[in-house]
Nanobody, 119 residues
Framework: QVQLVESGGGLVQPGGSLRLSCAAS???????????MDWYRQAPGKQRELVATITSGGSTNYADSVKGRFTISRDNAKNTWYLQMDSLKPEDTAVYYC??????????WGQGTQVTVSS
């Protein structure tokens, strides 16, 4: 079992920055079997969309809407993944979730953290 807890959301002005964190805890074998960590977001009235992915090998991928503005990373020692969000826009407003893909198991979701970009 893996538990994921997101943090770092909040209210920020357009053009500002936030760093979201996703901390994993639970079975250490499951944590070490995380093949990929994704960040998703869901805005009111919209479908959940994939924002960024980082694999266990360190490869990253981003949605076109956030390329050049968001950076996904990880700290293996802390079992924590990050989403650095710069040059934020009002359309980035959403609840952000992390999702872990664990080899030989099902995906795990965090509870979400609200990001609001508004002046």
């Amino acid at each position: 079992q893996v538990q994921l807890v997101e943090s770092g959301g909040g209210l920020v002005q357009p053009g500002g920055s936030l760093r979201l964190s996703c901390a994993a805890s639970g079975n250490i074998f499951s944590i070490n079997a995380i093949n990929a960590m994704d960040w998703y977001r869901q805005a009111p009235g919209k479908q959940r969309e994939l924002v960024a992915t980082i694999t266990s090998g360190g490869s990253t991928n981003y949605a076109d809407s956030v390329k050049g503005r968001f950076t996904i990373s990880r700290d293996n020692a802390k079992n924590t993944w990050y989403l650095q969000m710069d040059s934020l826009k009002p359309e980035d407003t959403a609840v952000y979730y992390c999702n872990a893909t664990v080899a030989g198991s099902h995906d795990y979701w965090g509870q979400g953290t609200q990001v609001t970009v508004s002046s």
